[in-house]
Each structure stands twice: as C-alpha cells, then as structure tokens.
C-alpha cells in the first residue's frame, strides 16, 4: 500500500530564516503531489502542487522540489513568518483508486 | 473561507445517538470527499462521490452513512458510534481524481 511519511513530526525555526520541511513517498508511480497547511481549527489548505514532469515549481515565498529518484518531496518556506505557523502535509496522488494519500504533517513553529 | 462549509463545527454525542454532519460546497465541483482526521494518525479516506455517485467507500463501518444529494452537498449520518470514532471529520471537494482538494473547517466528533 501507499507510505507517505514526513521526516520530523516537529520544526522550529527562527522569525525571518527559512523553513525545510520534507516528504518521502513510497510509490514509484504516483505523478501529482500537494503540500497543504492546516492551522489549528482549520482544514489543510492548498499550498502548493507539483507533477512529475517537474523537479522544481515556485510559488509566493513557497518552493517545492521532487526528486522521483529517492521519491522525496521537499517544501521549503523562505523568510517564515509567525503566521506560517502551522502542520504541513504532503499528499500523493497514487494507486489504485486514484487517491490522494496523506502524510501524518510537520508541525512548525516559528519563533519570534 | 474556503468555499467548503461544514456544520456544526462541534459535535457532542452518546453513543446510541443518531445525528448528521453536513457539508456544501459551491464552488462547480463534481467530486466530493469525508476525511476521518485523528491525532497522530495520517488523513484517512472514507467516502467518494463523482457526480453524486458514491464511487469510493474504504471499508468503513456501516455506523457511518454518506449521502450525496446532488453535486454541492454532503452529509455523513451517524448511528450508534463508538468512543474510537472522535476525531476530527472534514469534508472536501475537487474539480476531479486529479485536482487539488478544497477542504472545509471540519467537525470536531465527540463520542461519549
């Protein structure tokens, strides 16, 4: 079945460093993946999504980066602000049923 | 506010209770999901429906009955729970299998 784990269940980092948050995946095949934030009392919400035809994608102040050949996934979050406070999951897309399947989250903290 | 709306956000019941959680979502998506969210645990999977119909079910008990009257709303009926059964239950929606999921506010259950 599906693995998807994150590598520190907690972060802290420093008010205006930035944040590295890591992801591996066990299924070779999946091609679609999305980190989301869920702050507390929230739902996860969208950050950022990548396909496998891509090694790198950019956002606002957001990076993800794939790397299929150790099937890692990586969020990095420049200059982290008290409001990136938050558990970060990555989620695969993979099979069978055409799922997204969820890590467990990275809580990060930021430190003013 | 996502464009997902769950209610109520909290829920208190017994366990030979009989209640409903709703969610609606008005943004044209055609697929619908009910996450179970517990401490520790990654997001698991409960229901699927594409189209108001009901193409996912992984294995959840029958206390737990989705309905899906049409494409923009969702509800999860409840009956005769158990204490393992608090958690945190969210509810989202896609344009499809292969788009990012919206994900509302969620329910805090509480099974007593």
């Known amino acids: 079945g599906e693995s998807v784990g994150l590598h520190l269940p907690t972060l802290s980092v420093q008010e205006g460093d930035n944040s590295i948050i890591n992801c591996a995946y066990s299924n070779s095949a999946s091609d679609y993946f999305i980190w989301y934030k869920q702050e507390s009392g929230k739902g996860p919400q969208f950050i950022i999504d990548?396909?496998?035809?891509?090694d790198k994608r950019q956002g606002q102040r957001v990076t993800v980066l794939l790397n299929k050949t150790v099937k890692h996934l990586s969020l990095q979050i420049a200059a982290t602000q008290p409001g990136d406070s938050a558990v970060y999951f990555c989620a695969e897309m993979g099979f069978p049923g055409n799922q997204f399947y969820f890590g467990t989250g990275t809580s990060l903290t930021v430190i003013p | 506010e996502t464009g997902v709306t769950q209610t109520p956000r909290h829920l208190v019941m017994g366990m030979t209770n009989k209640k409903s959680l709703k969610c609606e979502q008005h943004?044209?998506?055609?697929?619908m999901y009910w996450y179970k969210q517990s401490a520790k645990k990654p997001l698991e999977l409960m229901f699927v429906?594409?189209?108001?119909?009901?193409?996912e079910n992984n294995s959840v008990p029958s206390r737990f009955s989705p309905e899906c009257p049409n494409s923009s709303h969702l509800f999860l009926h409840l009956h005769t729970l158990q204490p393992e059964d608090s958690a945190l239950y969210l509810c989202?929606?896609?344009?499809?299998?292969?788009?990012?999921?919206?994900f509302g506010s969620g329910t805090r259950l509480t099974v007593v």
């Open positions: 429906y594409n189209f108001k119909e009901q193409t």
């Open positions: 990548i396909r496998s035809n891509m």
């Open positions: 989202a929606s896609s344009q499809g299998e292969w788009y990012g999921y919206t």
């Open positions: 943004l044209g998506h055609n697929a």
